[in-house]
Protein backbone atom coordinates (compact mmCIF):
# COMPACT_ATOMS: atom_id res chain seq x y z
CA UNK A 1 0.00 0.00 0.00
CA UNK A 2 1.46 3.36 -0.96
CA UNK A 3 2.58 5.78 2.26
CA UNK A 4 2.29 8.99 2.85
CA UNK A 5 5.59 10.73 5.04
CA UNK A 6 4.45 14.07 6.44
CA UNK A 7 6.35 16.46 7.86
CA UNK A 8 4.82 19.24 10.36
CA UNK A 9 6.94 21.98 11.54
CA UNK A 10 6.72 25.11 13.73
CA UNK A 11 6.34 28.21 11.01
CA UNK A 12 9.54 30.20 11.33
CA UNK A 13 7.85 33.42 12.87
CA UNK A 14 6.35 31.45 16.00
CA UNK A 15 9.00 31.18 19.24
CA UNK A 16 9.64 27.15 19.60
CA UNK A 17 10.21 26.81 23.54
CA UNK A 18 10.65 23.36 23.76
CA UNK A 19 13.38 23.78 20.61
CA UNK A 20 15.39 26.04 22.35
CA UNK A 21 14.96 23.98 25.97
CA UNK A 22 16.14 21.08 24.45
CA UNK A 23 18.79 22.69 22.59
CA UNK A 24 19.68 24.07 25.71
CA UNK A 25 19.87 20.17 27.21
CA UNK A 26 21.89 19.22 24.27
CA UNK A 27 24.67 21.99 25.23
CA UNK A 28 25.00 21.02 28.67
CA UNK A 29 25.61 17.60 27.45
CA UNK A 30 28.55 18.71 25.63
CA UNK A 31 27.27 19.05 22.31
CA UNK A 32 28.35 23.00 21.78
CA UNK A 33 27.61 22.72 17.77
CA UNK A 34 23.97 22.26 18.35
CA UNK A 35 23.41 26.21 17.91
CA UNK A 36 19.51 26.10 17.10
CA UNK A 37 17.26 23.24 17.30
CA UNK A 38 13.34 23.24 16.23
CA UNK A 39 10.93 20.15 16.88
CA UNK A 40 8.08 19.19 14.90
CA UNK A 41 5.80 16.46 13.98
CA UNK A 42 6.61 13.33 11.56
CA UNK A 43 3.64 11.27 10.48
CA UNK A 44 3.53 8.02 8.29
CA UNK A 45 -0.14 6.93 6.60
CA UNK A 46 -0.30 4.23 4.72
CA UNK A 47 -3.21 4.98 2.14
CA UNK A 48 -5.21 3.41 -0.90
CA UNK A 49 -4.65 4.81 -4.14
CA UNK A 50 -2.30 4.96 -7.21
CA UNK A 51 -2.34 7.96 -8.37
CA UNK A 52 0.69 10.04 -6.98
CA UNK A 53 -0.16 13.15 -7.53
CA UNK A 54 -3.73 12.98 -6.51
CA UNK A 55 -3.03 11.08 -3.28
CA UNK A 56 -0.81 13.89 -2.59
CA UNK A 57 -3.56 16.15 -3.25
CA UNK A 58 -5.63 14.62 -0.85
CA UNK A 59 -3.10 14.37 2.01
CA UNK A 60 -2.37 18.30 1.99
CA UNK A 61 -5.78 18.66 2.34
CA UNK A 62 -5.97 16.33 5.11
CA UNK A 63 -3.13 18.82 6.26
CA UNK A 64 -5.09 22.07 5.57
CA UNK A 65 -7.95 20.62 7.39
CA UNK A 66 -6.97 18.54 10.42
CA UNK A 67 -3.30 17.70 10.89
CA UNK A 68 -1.92 20.85 10.34
CA UNK A 69 -2.82 24.04 12.08
CA UNK A 70 -1.71 26.83 9.57
CA UNK A 71 -1.35 29.46 11.43
CA UNK A 72 1.51 28.25 13.44
CA UNK A 73 2.67 25.45 11.11
CA UNK A 74 3.75 24.37 7.76
CA UNK A 75 3.43 20.89 6.10
CA UNK A 76 5.39 18.66 3.98
CA UNK A 77 3.93 15.67 2.10
CA UNK A 78 6.07 12.77 0.48
CA UNK A 79 4.40 9.73 -1.61
CA UNK A 80 6.05 6.68 -2.00
CA UNK B 1 -32.79 32.39 30.68
CA UNK B 2 -30.53 29.17 29.79
CA UNK B 3 -26.82 28.41 29.97
CA UNK B 4 -25.50 25.41 28.30
CA UNK B 5 -22.60 23.25 29.28
CA UNK B 6 -20.84 21.45 26.74
CA UNK B 7 -18.96 17.90 27.50
CA UNK B 8 -17.05 16.85 25.53
CA UNK B 9 -14.62 13.38 25.75
CA UNK B 10 -11.88 14.69 27.88
CA UNK B 11 -14.28 17.77 29.44
CA UNK B 12 -13.38 18.11 33.23
CA UNK B 13 -14.80 21.72 34.15
CA UNK B 14 -17.98 20.69 32.83
CA UNK B 15 -19.50 20.24 36.62
CA UNK B 16 -17.54 23.48 38.17
CA UNK B 17 -19.00 25.44 35.07
CA UNK B 18 -22.43 23.85 35.73
CA UNK B 19 -22.23 24.47 39.30
CA UNK B 20 -21.18 28.04 39.23
CA UNK B 21 -23.81 29.02 36.89
CA UNK B 22 -26.86 26.59 38.61
CA UNK B 23 -25.74 27.17 41.99
CA UNK B 24 -23.64 29.61 43.08
CA UNK B 25 -25.13 32.33 40.52
CA UNK B 26 -28.67 30.57 40.43
CA UNK B 27 -29.65 30.19 36.74
CA UNK B 28 -30.93 27.65 34.98
CA UNK B 29 -28.25 25.55 33.42
CA UNK B 30 -27.80 21.88 31.63
CA UNK B 31 -25.45 19.85 30.47
CA UNK B 32 -24.89 19.65 26.53
CA UNK B 33 -24.02 16.02 24.85
CA UNK B 34 -20.81 16.61 22.07
CA UNK B 35 -23.06 14.23 19.86
CA UNK B 36 -25.94 17.10 19.91
CA UNK B 37 -27.12 19.01 17.29
CA UNK B 38 -29.86 20.91 18.04
CA UNK B 39 -29.35 23.57 20.65
CA UNK B 40 -31.88 25.87 20.59
CA UNK B 41 -33.67 26.94 23.40
CA UNK B 42 -30.65 27.96 24.98
CA UNK B 43 -28.99 31.41 25.62
CA UNK B 44 -25.51 31.15 26.47
CA UNK B 45 -23.38 27.82 25.86
CA UNK B 46 -19.65 27.40 27.31
CA UNK B 47 -17.06 25.45 26.23
CA UNK B 48 -15.39 24.32 29.27
CA UNK B 49 -11.97 23.00 30.26
CA UNK B 50 -10.56 20.15 30.22
CA UNK B 51 -8.07 17.64 27.84
CA UNK B 52 -10.52 16.68 25.44
CA UNK B 53 -9.54 13.99 23.08
CA UNK B 54 -6.62 14.25 25.25
CA UNK B 55 -5.35 17.15 23.57
CA UNK B 56 -3.80 14.41 20.42
CA UNK B 57 -2.63 16.10 17.63
CA UNK B 58 -2.94 20.27 18.89
CA UNK B 59 -5.30 21.06 21.51
CA UNK B 60 -8.70 21.35 20.38
CA UNK B 61 -7.71 20.30 17.01
CA UNK B 62 -10.05 17.14 17.25
CA UNK B 63 -13.37 18.54 19.56
CA UNK B 64 -13.72 21.49 16.90
CA UNK B 65 -14.95 18.75 14.66
CA UNK B 66 -17.62 17.49 17.28
CA UNK B 67 -21.18 17.28 16.01
CA UNK B 68 -22.62 20.15 18.40
CA UNK B 69 -19.77 22.51 17.34
CA UNK B 70 -21.87 23.01 13.76
CA UNK B 71 -24.60 24.36 16.35
CA UNK B 72 -22.42 25.89 17.97
CA UNK B 73 -21.56 27.98 15.10
CA UNK B 74 -24.76 28.65 13.95
CA UNK B 75 -26.01 29.64 17.65
CA UNK B 76 -22.95 32.04 17.39
CA UNK B 77 -23.36 33.20 13.76
CA UNK B 78 -27.24 34.80 15.33
CA UNK B 79 -25.68 36.29 17.97
CA UNK B 80 -26.05 33.55 20.63
CA UNK B 81 -23.11 34.02 23.59
CA UNK B 82 -20.62 31.97 23.40
CA UNK B 83 -17.42 31.34 26.52
CA UNK B 84 -14.80 29.16 26.03
CA UNK B 85 -12.91 28.73 29.13
CA UNK B 86 -9.38 27.59 28.92
CA UNK B 87 -9.40 24.13 26.73
CA UNK B 88 -13.21 25.58 25.13
CA UNK B 89 -10.72 28.82 24.61
CA UNK B 90 -8.33 26.53 22.50
CA UNK B 91 -11.46 24.73 20.55
CA UNK B 92 -12.66 28.08 19.78
CA UNK B 93 -9.73 28.82 18.44
CA UNK B 94 -8.95 25.53 16.01
CA UNK B 95 -12.73 25.92 14.91
CA UNK B 96 -11.64 29.66 13.56
CA UNK B 97 -14.63 31.06 15.66
CA UNK B 98 -11.74 32.99 17.73
CA UNK B 99 -8.42 34.50 15.76
CA UNK B 100 -5.06 32.87 16.69
CA UNK B 101 -3.42 29.65 18.15
CA UNK B 102 -2.01 28.22 21.22
CA UNK B 103 1.32 27.49 22.23
CA UNK B 104 2.99 25.53 24.49
CA UNK B 105 3.49 27.47 27.76
CA UNK B 106 7.27 29.03 27.47
CA UNK B 107 8.08 27.61 30.13
CA UNK B 108 7.43 24.21 29.16
CA UNK B 109 6.05 23.45 32.38
CA UNK B 110 1.93 23.21 33.29
CA UNK B 111 1.13 26.47 35.75
CA UNK B 112 -1.78 25.97 37.96
CA UNK B 113 -1.78 29.21 40.04
CA UNK B 114 -3.63 32.37 41.25
CA UNK B 115 -3.71 34.52 38.33
CA UNK B 116 -3.88 38.06 38.40
CA UNK B 117 -5.43 39.75 34.88
CA UNK B 118 -6.46 43.13 34.06
CA UNK B 119 -10.17 44.07 32.83
CA UNK B 120 -9.36 46.10 29.74
CA UNK B 121 -13.12 46.66 27.72
CA UNK B 122 -16.15 46.59 29.53
CA UNK B 123 -18.48 46.94 26.40
CA UNK B 124 -18.91 42.90 26.16
CA UNK B 125 -22.02 40.94 27.01
CA UNK B 126 -18.71 39.19 29.25
CA UNK B 127 -17.23 41.87 31.59
CA UNK B 128 -19.89 44.51 31.38
CA UNK B 129 -20.35 44.33 35.34
CA UNK B 130 -17.05 45.11 35.48
CA UNK B 131 -14.69 48.35 36.23
CA UNK B 132 -12.55 49.56 33.49
CA UNK B 133 -8.95 48.71 34.69
CA UNK B 134 -10.39 46.38 37.11
CA UNK B 135 -8.16 44.01 38.89
CA UNK B 136 -9.24 40.47 39.00
CA UNK B 137 -7.16 37.03 40.58
CA UNK B 138 -8.60 34.26 38.79
CA UNK B 139 -6.56 30.84 38.49
CA UNK B 140 -5.23 29.75 35.62
CA UNK B 141 -4.23 25.84 35.10
CA UNK B 142 -2.94 25.23 31.85
CA UNK B 143 0.04 23.70 29.57
CA UNK B 144 -0.24 25.45 26.54
CA UNK B 145 -1.77 28.68 26.97
CA UNK B 146 0.64 30.85 25.22
CA UNK B 147 -1.47 32.92 22.87
CA UNK B 148 0.11 33.42 19.57
CA UNK B 149 -1.14 35.58 16.04
CA UNK B 150 0.73 37.15 13.34
CA UNK B 151 1.27 41.22 13.68
CA UNK B 152 -1.96 41.98 11.72
CA UNK B 153 -3.96 39.84 13.69
CA UNK B 154 -2.58 41.66 16.89
CA UNK B 155 -3.38 44.87 15.45
CA UNK B 156 -6.69 44.30 14.68
CA UNK B 157 -7.34 42.46 17.93
CA UNK B 158 -6.26 46.40 19.34
CA UNK B 159 -7.74 48.80 16.86
CA UNK B 160 -11.21 46.77 17.63
CA UNK B 161 -10.78 46.73 21.10
CA UNK B 162 -11.22 42.96 21.25
CA UNK B 163 -8.56 42.23 24.13
CA UNK B 164 -10.59 41.84 27.15
CA UNK B 165 -8.51 40.04 29.58
CA UNK B 166 -4.63 40.74 29.99
CA UNK B 167 -2.19 38.94 32.57
CA UNK B 168 -1.01 41.64 35.20
CA UNK B 169 0.54 42.27 38.43
CA UNK B 170 -1.19 42.96 41.71
CA UNK B 171 -1.14 46.56 40.87
CA UNK B 172 -2.48 45.92 37.30
CA UNK B 173 0.90 46.31 35.37
CA UNK B 174 1.22 44.47 32.27
CA UNK B 175 4.78 43.14 32.48
CA UNK B 176 6.31 40.14 31.16
CA UNK B 177 6.98 38.71 35.06
CA UNK B 178 3.06 38.47 35.40
CA UNK B 179 2.70 36.38 31.95
CA UNK B 180 2.66 32.48 32.96
CA UNK B 181 3.04 31.28 29.73
CA UNK B 182 4.52 33.82 27.04
CA UNK B 183 1.02 34.82 25.32
CA UNK B 184 1.98 37.85 22.80
CA UNK B 185 0.98 41.36 24.67
CA UNK B 186 -0.12 39.12 27.92
CA UNK B 187 -3.27 38.04 26.16
CA UNK B 188 -5.47 36.43 28.41
CA UNK B 189 -8.44 36.49 26.45
CA UNK B 190 -10.13 38.26 23.05
CA UNK B 191 -13.74 38.43 21.59
CA UNK B 192 -14.74 38.31 18.51
CA UNK B 193 -15.68 41.15 15.96
CA UNK B 194 -19.42 40.84 16.98
CA UNK B 195 -18.31 40.26 20.69
CA UNK B 196 -20.52 37.30 21.68
CA UNK B 197 -18.26 34.95 21.76
CA UNK B 198 -15.55 35.01 24.35
CA UNK B 199 -12.59 32.95 24.72
CA UNK B 200 -9.99 33.49 28.18
CA UNK B 201 -7.42 30.83 29.80
CA UNK B 202 -8.25 31.60 32.86
CA UNK B 203 -11.13 29.80 35.10
CA UNK B 204 -13.90 32.32 36.27
CA UNK B 205 -16.18 29.33 36.71
CA UNK B 206 -13.35 28.06 39.40
CA UNK B 207 -13.55 31.03 42.07
CA UNK B 208 -17.08 31.65 41.60
CA UNK B 209 -19.03 30.43 44.83
CA UNK B 210 -18.14 32.34 48.02
CA UNK B 211 -17.85 29.41 50.19
CA UNK B 212 -14.98 29.18 48.67
CA UNK B 213 -13.45 32.40 49.56
CA UNK B 214 -12.43 33.43 46.28
CA UNK B 215 -15.42 35.04 43.51
CA UNK B 216 -13.89 37.15 41.19
CA UNK B 217 -15.27 34.66 38.73
CA UNK B 218 -18.62 36.24 39.34
CA UNK B 219 -18.08 39.09 37.57
CA UNK B 220 -17.88 36.95 34.17
CA UNK B 221 -21.50 35.45 34.63
CA UNK B 222 -22.68 38.07 36.29
CA UNK B 223 -22.50 40.38 33.33
CA UNK B 224 -23.40 37.60 31.21
CA UNK B 225 -26.57 37.30 33.30
CA UNK B 226 -26.99 41.34 33.16
CA UNK B 227 -26.57 40.70 29.21
CA UNK B 228 -29.76 38.60 28.75
CA UNK B 229 -31.92 40.19 31.29
CA UNK B 230 -31.80 43.45 29.10
CA UNK B 231 -32.47 41.52 25.87
CA UNK B 232 -36.10 41.95 24.77
CA UNK B 233 -37.69 38.44 24.64
CA UNK B 234 -38.92 37.17 20.76
Not at chain 1, 12 to 33: C, H, P, S
Request: hydrophobic share 40%; charged share 25%; aromatic share 8%.
Amino acid sequence: MPKAKIYITLKKTVMDAQGQTVQRALQNLGFTEAKSLRIGKYLEMELEGNNSSAMKARVQEMCAKLLANPIIEDYRVEIE
Amino acid sequence: MKFGVVIFPGSNCDADAYHALRDAMGVPTEYIWHEVRDISGFDCIILPGGFTYGDYLRTGAVARFAPVMEAVSEFAAKGGLVLGICNGFQILLEAGLLPGAMLRNRAQRFVCSHQYLRLEQLDTPFTCAGRKGQVVDIPIAHGEGGYYCDEAALSQLEREDRIIFRYCDKEGNITDEANPNGSIANIAGICNKERNILGMMPHPERCSDPLLGWSDGRLVFQSIIQTLAKKVPV
